[in-house]
Nanobody
Framework: QVQLVESGGGLVQAGGSLRLSCAAS????????MGWYRQAPGKQRELVAT???????NYPDSRKGRFTISRDNAKNTAYLQMNNLKPEDTAVYYC??????????????WGQGTQVTVSS
């Protein structure tokens, strides 16, 4: 069994920064793509950023420049550095990952989410 646990969310003023972490644990052989998504109240979940195992990143145009995704494969952890935060960034942030278990099965799992609130 594998799981993802996000951390690092909280309340920050507009213009501030936060760094989210997503740690995978359990019977892990390897992790392929990892990603961050967010969901604001009343809105659909949307992509924030993804990163491959080799470190190639992808961002929607609206997130380029303020958000940076990275990962530490040795720690099975992904990070999301968010700078110059705006009130519209307020949402629950979710991590997901494509994990190859020690049994060689491939599963896509989600974390429980971490709340980010940006005050104006």
């Amino acid at each position: 069994q594998v799981q993802l646990v996000e951390s690092g969310g909280g309340l920050v003023q507009a213009g501030g920064s936060l760094r989210l972490s997503c740690a995978a644990s359990g019977s892990i052989f390897a992790i392929n793509d990892m990603g961050w998504y967010r969901q604001a109240p009343g809105k659909q979940r949307e992509l924030v950023a993804t990163i491959t195992r080799s470190g190639n990143t992808n961002y929607p145009d609206s997130r380029k420049g303020r958000f940076t995704i990275s990962r530490d494969n040795a720690k099975n952890t992904a990070y999301l550095q968010m700078n110059n935060l705006k009130p519209e960034d307020t949402a629950v942030y979710y991590c997901n990952a494509d994990i190859i278990s020690t049994a060689r099965s491939i599963v896509r799992i989600w974390g429980q989410g971490t709340q980010v609130t940006v005050s104006s």
